[in-house]
């Protein structure tokens, strides 16, 4: 069975440019995930779709974050302007949408590094 | 407070300890727990779910406690392949969709 692709896999950017991540979930995964994790920490949740609708984004900085899941699959997630603090990986999950029972399958993550 | 918090170690153990780990929650309300396992620079993993009548698998035996709102992981003959970084993640979420938290990670190593 194919995991949650990501890519890129590693990016560098300079401060105020923009960038953006791409996942394509687990076939028939109803539920995504994008998660930050920096360095040191646990993964922290920034926003949560169910099939093309968002669930819980009430941790995602939206005056610079931005995320899509168009026609319930693929998914992006953008930053502009990138800042310092915004190095981390970013890690996408999904999975079947069993709301007791939620067992997260992560991608290999992307990456970021702001200079 | 944070809503899952955990003790961030590092935890320090000879090959063939036994290891604990503890972790607490705020929401008396979650619905389902889980240990995840992540390697250095890696992606999270399923370690295995948490029972409320307590549930082993080969060397890891883990358990939750409701009425403290605390769920605690215990590996036996430690292996140096358990060296990790053990994430405790609770569901918090109600209605019809889940909140999945994550706790900050206790970090463990085995030596020799």
Not at chain 1, 81 to 99: M, Q, T, W
Not at chain 2, 60 to 78: E, V
Request: charged fraction near 20%.
């Amino acid at each position: 069975e194919a995991g949650v692709a990501q890519s890129p896999r590693y990016k560098i950017i300079e401060k105020r440019q923009s960038v953006a991540f791409w996942c394509n979930p687990i076939s028939g995964h109803a539920t995504l995930y994008w998660y930050q994790q920096i360095l040191g920490q646990g993964p922290k949740l920034l926003i949560q779709f169910q099939n093309n609708g968002v669930v819980d984004d009430s941790q995602l900085p939206k005056d610079r974050f931005s995320a899509e899941r168009l026609k319930g699959v693929d998914s992006t997630l953008k930053i502009q302007p990138a800042k310092l603090e915004d190095s981390a990986v970013y890690l996408c999950a999904s999975s079947l949408g069993d709301r007791y029972n939620e067992k997260l399958f992560f991608g290999s993550g992307t990456q970021l590094s702001v200079l | 407070r944070k809503e899952v918090e955990q003790d961030p170690g590092p935890f320090n153990v000879p090959e063939g300890a036994t290891v604990a780990f503890n972790c607490t929650y705020s929401n008396s309300a979650s619905q389902s727990f889980f240990w995840y396992r992540q390697d250095c620079r890696k992606e999270p993993k399923l370690l295995m779910s948490v029972y409320s009548s307590g549930n082993e698998d080969g060397r890891f035996t883990a358990q939750l406690n409701r009425a403290s709102q605390y769920i605690s992981l215990l590996i036996r003959d430690s292996k140096l392949s358990d060296s990790a970084t053990y994430l405790c993640v609770v569901n918090s979420g109600y209605s019809s969709a889940s909140k999945i938290i994550f706790g900050s990670g206790t970090r463990l190593s085995i030596r020799p």
